[in-house]
């Protein structure tokens, strides 16, 4: 087998920017054949973008997909390459695209189409039946494969029995915490059971509410990493293939668990907030922990110079949160307004007097603060084009501990995903990295509080986080009963009082904005219960 110099160029697509993608693949194969490629690889649909969701059912869409598919074939002169796209046809397909000497040569249809978590595959692609073929490029038989075939063993194993000497595979993998290992663990298997190398390459970047991650792989015939691409970001990475296996090249250092959350937090609110047109984003400052992790989130994913702040404290603010408010600003590196919200307060409470009439104040005049405060950033992002970043956390969103119309407001929930146990982890690793109280430690020691009475605590409704959490990570995550999460020690009572809470709350997080995953379930594409439901948990 010759050697082989094959670049696996991950690349952060743009859904619905066909002109745009196929320049940026144009980009990426220039680099390749610069660096000696023989042949580049490209992402699952890098064409269109991933997901396209019901874009893919509009006819002219697709056919425009097909288009430029051969438009960025014609460039291929100079060296091969694999590009993802959806092939029109009596059917649809997922599809790759074989390209040289300038045009389109072959072509590979996905076997396997997830249907699963947040796939949705089945809705818009036909399988292929079909065996892969295999691909003569530069002297060596190559095989290709899409992201789902390689997580069954039959794909490969029926290119390596056509003859193939390397396999590629072509993804479009979304993140979620403890990911990589699981790819890893999975290709190494691969690869050694079929004795081939296998070159893996994996999408970049943020569309909706998921995350794309890269760390693109390259494995010998016996199952050794030979080659591991940049997390979250793009990257060509290049590496020599010959007889048995790949040629040790560069291997990128992964980064530590609660780093990796972090970095997926702040490419997903970057992509989220660029891609659909914003350039700043305005964040609601309570001087909490939620809107202060959110706020260094989006320091880093927008540049501090993009992020503006607003703190709208009432009667029941304390001091210190916006004196921590305040501190936060100073240390990311951003402004703040101040915007009291007492005269809005008292004339709500003026002209709900005669309705309220003999009735005790309660959670209603408590959640009208919160829905001032909607009001206020909702109106300030109007007159500037800022986007509007929520703070609510997965553990709020889970037990209907936010206000509909009030902090839920907003264009992308940062944090949604985000346990409020792991939120003071980000926080804590954050300063630990930085070399610095980037998040002041008055924020990390005081009691949770959403400030809406006089000595409010998290706790007068919620249990402690260290025990909540767990029991809404197994029944939201898991799927796990409440006689299931009994059965692991929680209380029974409790495990029911929080499963009810989870259930009831569903209508608001339907009209939530999205969050970013980085779970293996998050709330919405993952997870869709029905919002009328009486099944008990």
């Given at each position: 087998m010759p050697r082989l110099r094959v670049g696996a160029a991950q690349i952060n697509a743009v859904v619905g920017d066909l002109d745009g993608n196929a320049e940026r693949a144009a980009a990426a194969y220039e680099a390749a054949v610069r660096a000696g490629c023989d042949l580049v690889v490209f992402?699952?649909?890098?064409?269109?973008?991933?997901?396209?969701?019901?874009?893919l059912l509009k006819p002219t869409f697709v056919a425009a997909a097909a288009e430029t598919v051969a438009k960025f074939a014609a460039r291929t002169r100079e060296c091969a390459a694999v590009i993802g796209f959806a092939e029109p046809g009596d059917f649809l397909y997922n599809s790759a695209a074989v390209c040289a000497g300038g045009e389109v040569v072959g072509v590979y249809r996905k076997q396997l189409l997830p249907n699963y978590s947040v796939f949705d595959e089945k809705r818009y692609f036909a399988p292929s039946a079909a065996p892969g073929e295999v691909f003569e490029i530069a002297g060596v038989s190559v095989g290709v494969s899409i992201c789902e075939d390689a997580w069954s063993p039959e794909p490969i194993l029926g290119l390596v029995a056509h003859g193939a000497e390397l396999v590629v595979n072509i993804n479009a993998s979304p993140y979620y915490a403890g990911r990589l290992p699981e790819r890893e663990a999975m290709l190494a298997g691969r690869a050694a059971e079929a004795g081939v190398p296998i070159v893996y390459v994996n999408l970049v970047g943020g569309q909706d509410e998921l995350v794309f991650d890269g760390a693109s792989l390259v494995y010998d015939a016996r199952g050794n990493l030979v080659a591991r691409g940049k997390?979250?970001?793009?990257?060509?990475?290049?590496?020599?293939?010959?007889?048995?296996?790949?040629?040790?090249?560069?291997?990128?250092?992964?980064?530590?668990?609660?780093?990796?959350?972090?970095?997926?937090?702040?490419?997903?609110t970057r992509d989220y907030v660029r891609k659909n047109g914003f350039t700043d984003a305005l964040i609601s400052l309570s001087g909490g922990i939620d809107s202060s992790l959110v706020a260094a989130i989006a320091a880093d994913a927008l540049g501090a110079e993009h992020v503006h702040g607003v703190m709208l404290p009432s009667r029941y603010s304390s001091e210190g949160s916006v004196a921590d408010a305040r501190a936060l600003t100073e240390r990311l590196g951003f402004t703040a307004y101040l915007v009291p919200i007492e005269p809005a307060q008292?004339?709500?409470?003026?002209?709900?007097?005669?309705?309220?009439?003999?009735?005790?104040?309660?959670?209603?005049?408590?959640?009208a603060q919160a829905r001032i405060r909607g009001n206020v950033v909702m109106t300030i992002s109007n007159k500037f084009n800022w986007m509007v970043l929520s703070c609510g956390n997965k553990s709020e969103m889970a037990t209907g501990y936010a206000t509909l119309y009030g902090d839920m407001a907003g264009g992308l929930a940062v944090i949604k995903d985000v346990p409020k146990t792991l939120v003071y982890r980000l926080c804590r690793d954050l300063n630990a990295r930085k070399g610095t109280d980037v998040i002041p430690q008055t924020v990390l020691d005081k009691a949770p509080s959403?400030?809406?009475?006089?000595?409010?605590?998290?706790?007068?409704?919620?249990p402690e986080y260290d025990v909540l959490d767990p029991i809404i990570e197994g029944y939201v995550e898991s799927d796990q009963s409440v006689a299931e999460l009994a059965a692991r020690g929680f209380d029974e009572e409790l495990a029911r009082r929080v499963?009810?809470?989870?259930?009831?709350?569903?209508?608001?997080?339907?009209?939530?904005?999205?969050?970013?995953?980085?779970?293996r379930k998050a709330f919405g594409k993952d997870r869709r219960p029905p919002i009328t439901n009486r099944w008990p948990g």
């Amino acid at each position: 087998m010759p050697r082989l110099r094959v670049g696996a160029a991950q690349i952060n697509a743009v859904v619905g920017d066909l002109d745009g993608n196929a320049e940026r693949a144009a980009a990426a194969y220039e680099a390749a054949v610069r660096a000696g490629c023989d042949l580049v690889v490209f992402p699952e649909l890098m064409v269109t973008g991933y997901p396209p969701e019901d874009l893919l059912l509009k006819p002219t869409f697709v056919a425009a997909a097909a288009e430029t598919v051969a438009k960025f074939a014609a460039r291929t002169r100079e060296c091969a390459a694999v590009i993802g796209f959806a092939e029109p046809g009596d059917f649809l397909y997922n599809s790759a695209a074989v390209c040289a000497g300038g045009e389109v040569v072959g072509v590979y249809r996905k076997q396997l189409l997830p249907n699963y978590s947040v796939f949705d595959e089945k809705r818009y692609f036909a399988p292929s039946a079909a065996p892969g073929e295999v691909f003569e490029i530069a002297g060596v038989s190559v095989g290709v494969s899409i992201c789902e075939d390689a997580w069954s063993p039959e794909p490969i194993l029926g290119l390596v029995a056509h003859g193939a000497e390397l396999v590629v595979n072509i993804n479009a993998s979304p993140y979620y915490a403890g990911r990589l290992p699981e790819r890893e663990a999975m290709l190494a298997g691969r690869a050694a059971e079929a004795g081939v190398p296998i070159v893996y390459v994996n999408l970049v970047g943020g569309q909706d509410e998921l995350v794309f991650d890269g760390a693109s792989l390259v494995y010998d015939a016996r199952g050794n990493l030979v080659a591991r691409g940049k997390q979250f970001a793009e990257d060509l990475l290049v590496v020599d293939i010959e007889a048995g296996g790949g040629i040790p090249g560069r291997i990128e250092p992964t980064l530590e668990p609660t780093h990796e959350m972090y970095e997926a937090l702040v490419l997903g609110t970057r992509d989220y907030v660029r891609k659909n047109g914003f350039t700043d984003a305005l964040i609601s400052l309570s001087g909490g922990i939620d809107s202060s992790l959110v706020a260094a989130i989006a320091a880093d994913a927008l540049g501090a110079e993009h992020v503006h702040g607003v703190m709208l404290p009432s009667r029941y603010s304390s001091e210190g949160s916006v004196a921590d408010a305040r501190a936060l600003t100073e240390r990311l590196g951003f402004t703040a307004y101040l915007v009291p919200i007492e005269p809005a307060q008292a004339a709500f409470e003026a002209m709900l007097g005669p309705v309220f009439e003999g009735r005790a104040p309660d959670v209603a005049e408590e959640n009208a603060q919160a829905r001032i405060r909607g009001n206020v950033v909702m109106t300030i992002s109007n007159k500037f084009n800022w986007m509007v970043l929520s703070c609510g956390n997965k553990s709020e969103m889970a037990t209907g501990y936010a206000t509909l119309y009030g902090d839920m407001a907003g264009g992308l929930a940062v944090i949604k995903d985000v346990p409020k146990t792991l939120v003071y982890r980000l926080c804590r690793d954050l300063n630990a990295r930085k070399g610095t109280d980037v998040i002041p430690q008055t924020v990390l020691d005081k009691a949770p509080s959403a400030e809406l009475r006089p000595d409010q605590k998290d706790t007068d409704s919620l249990p402690e986080y260290d025990v909540l959490d767990p029991i809404i990570e197994g029944y939201v995550e898991s799927d796990q009963s409440v006689a299931e999460l009994a059965a692991r020690g929680f209380d029974e009572e409790l495990a029911r009082r929080v499963a009810r809470m989870v259930d009831r709350n569903e209508y608001k997080r339907r009209q939530s904005p999205p969050g970013v995953r980085i779970s293996r379930k998050a709330f919405g594409k993952d997870r869709r219960p029905p919002i009328t439901n009486r099944w008990p948990g």
